[in-house]
């Protein structure tokens, strides 16, 4: 598995001040600093959204969506021979070696293919606690030569080489849902995991042997089940995209609180709640039909977030800039990928999962045209 892919990191994108609201039980007017607020605003002009999340929101609202039509050039379905099966995928990755990585829950395995549609190995050896077994995947990541997977279950990180052989692990002593490790060497740990010992999602920043936490992310009212989300790391900084929220989290080392970024829907769809399933016992569910963002991936300079389909026929993804996260445009595919797809936007790829099957989507894609 030595496809390699030329990556280019974001440029810091700067020139203009947004206004600072702190998003506590609900969101009000910080204490601006001179000459951020213009002579005579009203303030009623702010309005008040129950989020309840504890960040700083930067930026306003879009205005609106503007629609972006891609066309798809080629498609190839994983796997291409049967060289390799895919019983039940369910969790996808197109990490920054140009490969596609598929959890299949079927056999407890990671399955690695080319982009077109090469299997280049599999990681792992099934089910179960011992070594290089998983219950669940999650924040499968590159490090140096290795591949690296979280099993946030057993709190637990494997370490792959490249044929397959498992290196090491590491038992992590505090309970992560996610993971995530940036090329400068940052990692980022989330833990939203419900009945937790401190239930309130917090994020970890570790490098060099320095480890900075952030706390309370959510008000501790909020079911933290309505916080999960997906984990992301840039060279700067760690982006989280909530599932149930409209708004991006980012955490850079020096922050000691996170700035939230609005999407289109900030501020139109309400605070999400849990529901209860069960009788005697209830089990706190969060709703699949509130989920404002689905799949979502860092492709170069942009990322890429899936939101709800408006129609049948097609997938729809919000176009952010890395550097500045504000929101460019949103890119409209004619493809009936189901929720949880990725768009490697910078890439021209869309990668979403089927019963036994991955499409793989090549775009007929005008990156400069988009802009």
């Not at 490098?207 to 706390?215: F, K, N, P, S, Y």
């Not at 999960?228 to 708004?247: K, M, Q, S």
């Not at 020096?254 to 605070?271: C, E, F, K, Q, T």
Request: hydrophobic share 35%.
């Amino acid at each position: 598995m030595h496809t390699s892919k030329n990556t280019t990191n974001p440029t810091p994108v700067g020139g203009h001040l947004h206004w600072r609201i702190y998003i506590t039980l609900v969101i009000c007017l910080a204490a601006c600093g001179a000459g951020d607020k213009p002579s005579g605003q009203d303030t009623e002009e702010v309005k008040e959204q129950e989020y309840k999340l504890n960040a700083v929101l930067e930026g306003e609202r879009p205005a609106e969506r503007r629609f972006v039509d891609i066309a798809i050039n080629r498609t190839v379905n994983l796997p291409a021979s049967e060289d390799a099966m895919l019983f039940n995928p369910a969790a996808l990755w197109y990490l920054d070696d140009g490969n596609i990585y598929v959890w299949d829950s079927g056999d407890f395995r990671i399955k690695a293919f080319s982009v077109d549609g090469e299997f280049l190995g599999a990681f792992g050896d099934g089910r179960g606690e011992g070594p290089g077994q998983f219950h669940v995947a999650r924040g499968l990541t590159l490090q140096q030569d290795s591949v690296v997977l979280l099993d946030p279950m057993i709190g637990r990180s494997s370490y792959f080489a490249r044929d397959g052989s498992l290196g090491k692990t590491v038992q992590h002593e505090s309970q992560f849902t996610n993971v995530a490790r940036s090329r400068s060497g940052t990692v980022y740990k989330m833990n939203v995991a419900p009945g937790a010992p401190d239930p309130a999602p917090y994020v970890r920043m570790e490098r060099d042997g320095e480890r900075r936490q952030i706390d309370n992310l959510l008000d501790r009212e909020v079911s933290t089940i309505v916080f999960d989300g997906a984990l992301h790391a840039t060279p700067d900084r760690g982006i989280y995209v909530p599932l149930y929220y409209p708004a991006l989290l980012a955490f850079a080392p020096h922050d000691s609180i996170p700035r939230a970024y609005p999407s289109p829907d900030y501020g139109s769809v309400p605070l999400p709640e849990p529901q209860t399933s069960g009788e005697g016992f209830s089990q706190v569910t969060g709703p699949p039909e509130l989920r404002v963002h689905w799949g979502s991936q860092v492709s170069g300079e942009t990322l890429a977030v899936q939101i709800r389909p408006q129609e049948q026929g097609s997938s729809l993804f919000d176009i952010y800039d890395v550097a500045s996260l504000t929101y460019q445009h949103t890119a409209r595919i004619p493809s009936p990928a189901r929720g949880g797809s990725l768009l490697a936007y910078d890439e021209g790829l869309l990668i979403s999962r089927g019963d036994t099957t991955v499409v793989l989507h090549h775009l007929a894609l005008d990156t400069q045209q988009n802009r």
